[in-house]
């Protein structure tokens, strides 16, 4: 029996999601990877054929931590207070990690989604699936109780969260804690008037 690893996936994770908060894409390379990590440039190659494998590898976990408290607080009832949560909890998922919120707040085509392999491409289509298919249920509840559009419905949900965040990350800085309760108290104020 061999020796486990000294250093896992998540290690090699973590590591590529401080350099991209710290340098950018250019930045994550797969010995700057390892050199953060502190392991030998081969251990990167036995989990990761490749940088475009590691790119999407980080790009995928970051997209389903973010989506599993996000989409916990979609399913909460009632429909208005689980809009007003999701809301708020996007601000909060930044505060806590926000070099990863960099991360997503780059996007995938940061992150050069073109050169990742047809199978990670197609993983994150079915996360982005699994997202559009939970806000547009959410958004075709809250219609008729708010007498909103769904564009309306869309600005409180995805777009107000967003840009609250947005200039804190722009400055590598996690949001203040006092803009949790603001998008909460905004998203409320949007849904119901």
Do not use: N
């Not at 690893?5 to 590529?16: E, I």
């Not at 009632?78 to 930044?94: G, I, N």
């Not at 993983?123 to 219609?143: G, P, Q, S, Y």
Request: net charge positive; aromatic share 6%; proline share 6%.
């Amino acid at each position: 029996m061999g020796r486990p690893p000294r250093h896992t996936a998540d290690d090699f994770l973590d590591a590529a999601v401080r350099i991209f908060a710290a340098e950018g894409v250019s930045g994550v390379t797969m010995s700057a990877v390892a050199r953060e990590v502190g392991a030998p440039s081969g251990s990167i190659y036995h989990r990761f054929p490749g940088r475009p494998a590691l790119l999407a590898a980080v790009w995928l976990r970051t997209v389903t931590r973010f989506q599993e408290s996000y989409l916990e607080a979609l399913e909460q009832e009632p429909v208005t207070e689980a809009a007003v949560e999701a809301a708020a909890q996007v601000v909060r998922w930044c505060r806590v990690h926000p070099a990863e919120a960099k991360l997503l707040y780059g996007g995938d085509s940061a992150l050069r989604v073109g050169d990742w392999s047809a199978e990670d491409r197609a993983r994150v289509e079915v996360a982005d699936r699994r997202l559009e298919t939970a806000i547009t249920k959410v958004v075709r509840r809250l219609r008729p109780l708010t007498g909103r559009s769904t564009d309306e419905l869309m600005l409180a949900l995805v777009d107000l969260p967003y840009a609250a965040v947005r200039r804190h990350l722009d400055r590598g800085e996690a949001p203040p804690p006092r803009i949790v309760d603001l998008v909460a108290k905004t998203t409320r104020i949007l849904l119901t008037g």
